[in-house]
């Protein structure tokens, strides 16, 4: 039974993201994803994700979790790109994949996207969905972040 709550516990705050942060975090999930699909998964990190919190720091992560998940699942993609990019007071989260794309008859999102826009929106932050460049979906998460102090590199 403990083994089973520490399961669930683990599954409820990933112990990577605590230990190594969001970049090595979402790193790892890309990566696992790779190695469990064979899709080639590409990642992208630019600027100072230190000191966002870890309110920010979850719901980006499971955001970039819920989505990779997606790609695998409903995709049929063969590559996909993560890019995480602090902005100065904006943090961007963008995966696109070569996929075929949202389903134009699906009027409405699943509950895994919904529950992604719920999490940007405590944030006060947005998330798309459209079209990505390689040919398939692209899912895109902003959320405002405050500048990291000085003291806090």
Known sequence: ?????RGILRRLRPAELDELGLEAAVRSLASRCAARTGLQCAVEVTGDLAGLGP??????????????SN???????????????????VLELRIEDDGCGFAPDRPSRGLGLLGASERAAQLGGELSTGPSPLGGAALCLWV???PVAEGAR
């Open 55 to 68: 309110s920010v720091d979850m719901a980006v992560y499971r955001v970039a979790q819920e989505a990779l």
């Open 144 to 146: 405002p972040v405050w």
């Open 1 to 5: 039974m403990l083994d089973s709550l």
């Open 71 to 89: 790609v695998e699942r409903h995709a049929c993609a063969r590559q996909a790109r993560l890019q995480l990019r602090r902005l100065g007071e």
